[in-house]
Nanobody, 125 residues
Framework: QVQLVQSGGGSVQSGGSLTLSCSASEIIFSSYCMGWFRQSPGKEREGVAVIEWYGAITYADSVKGRFTLFRDSGKNILSLQMNNLNIDDTAMYYC???????????????????WGQGTQVTVSS
């Protein structure tokens, strides 16, 4: 059973920065695609950033140039560095992973993967 533990998040003013982390001790990171999603009240869960098992990274247009995804395969930690945050970034953030056998690129395959518990990010003006 894959268990993901998230940390980080919190409250910040617009223009500020936060870092989210997601750890999993039972899997080999390089054998999984993984990424971050977010969901605001009344909205569908949307993909933020995904890294394929071979290392290619895709970002949602709304976060390009502001968010950076890091995968530390030695420590089994997936991090999301979020800079220049704005009010529209307020959401519950979730990490997700899926075995590479089921990864065909992009955010779609992750929706049927394993999920972290979620962590709240709140940006105020």
């Amino acid at each position: 059973q894959v268990q993901l533990v998230q940390s980080g998040g919190g409250s910040v003013q617009s223009g500020g920065s936060l870092t989210l982390s997601c750890s999993a001790s039972e899997i080999i990171f390089s054998s999984y695609c993984m990424g971050w999603f977010r969901q605001s009240p009344g909205k569908e869960r949307e993909g933020v950033a995904v890294i394929e098992w071979y290392g290619a990274i895709t970002y949602a247009d709304s976060v390009k140039g502001r968010f950076t995804l890091f995968r530390d395969s030695g420590k089994n930690i997936l991090s999301l560095q979020m800079n220049n945050l704005n009010i529209d970034d307020t959401a519950m953030y979730y990490c997700a992973v899926r075995n590479r056998a089921h990864c065909s690129g992009g955010f779609g395959p992750l929706r049927d993967g394993h999920w972290g518990q979620g962590t709240q990010v709140t940006v105020s003006s």
